[in-house]
């Protein structure tokens, strides 16, 4: 589907995975889909928006969990915003074994592109998640990218690279890449920063509620998966899992700002 805005903005979301796959805006598409990437929902989309729910990276269900693997609902929807809706099934029960129902929310504003994800334990016994919105960022070339914040400086990253994962302490506000990346920095919220030197403006994560990690991920190198045109900084709560009660909920908001 695809929702537009008097400012001739648009936003293309697949309901299988809940995946916002375009946001244009001024003529520039800021997310970035892999080129071995498949639409026809044989397998989780390769970028956008991808969820990661209710498991971020490998554990004890399949990478990256479920929800971006499913046709979520459309519950509501105008021409400028639509909420999704996922709630159990066999399929989910039989992975994960809880009864939830996630809540999402796009609205292309006339500023910026607006998520909202809610998550509410809808069981009686009390289950732990971990999740992330898995975005892949357009940029024109990885060379020239810097992700930027305040937190990063101090904040203890999970390098993936090393073998075994190891923590490691950044010692910088700002990124760049310069190989494979796979880091998940605990405690790096709010406003994330992406430059890239061949673009005019930067583009703001501006991550206002819940999400509470960033994950910095590039295969650099990898020309299968288009590597040099795109880097994910995404929104999670992914170094430590949030725990719900029956009955309580959890919301992330992430709004892309360019
Ligand atoms: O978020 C980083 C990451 O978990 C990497 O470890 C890498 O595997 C990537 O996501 C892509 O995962 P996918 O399952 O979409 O191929």
């Not at 914040?149 to 993936?160: C, E, I, V």
């Not at 430059?195 to 020309?223: C, F, H, M, Q």
Request: charged letters at 20%; hydrophobic letters at 35%; aromatic letters at 12%.
């Amino acid at each position: 589907m695809e929702l537009k805005n008097s400012a001739g903005d648009s936003a293309t979301i697949y309901q299988f995975g809940a995946c916002v796959t375009s946001y244009v805006k001024g003529g520039t598409d800021y997310l970035m889909v892999r080129p071995d990437a498949k639409m026809d929902g044989s397998k989780p989309i390769s970028g956008g928006i991808p969820f990661c729910f209710p498991q971020f990276g490998p554990g004890a269900i399949q990478q990256h969990g479920f929800a971006r693997n499913l046709d979520w609902d459309i519950a509501e929807q105008t021409d400028d915003m639509v909420v999704f809706t996922l709630s159990e099934n066999d399929y989910t029960m039989e992975m994960w074994p809880y009864k939830f129902l996630a809540t999402y929310t796009v609205t292309l504003a006339g500023d910026s592109l607006k998520t909202d994800f809610s998550v509410t334990n809808t069981d009686s016994k009390a289950f732990d998640f971990t999740a992330a919105l898995h975005s892949y960022w357009s940029v024109e070339d990885i060379d020239g990218v810097k992700v930027s914040s305040p937190s990063f400086n101090g904040a203890t990253y999970l390098d993936k690279m090393q073998s075994p994962p190891a923590d490691v302490v950044s010692k910088s506000d700002s990124i760049t890449i310069k190989g494979e990346t796979d880091s998940v920095y605990a405690g790096v919220s709010g406003d994330v920063v992406l430059a890239d030197a061949k673009r005019k403006s930067p583009l703001t994560i501006s991550n206002t509620l819940g999400w509470a990690d960033t994950v910095i991920w590039n295969p650099y190198g990898s020309e299968a998966m288009g590597y040099k045109n795109f880097i994910c900084v995404e929104s999670g709560v992914a170094a430590a899992p949030v725990r719900l009660e029956p009955g309580e909920y959890w919301t992330g908001a992430m709004n892309v700002v360019p």
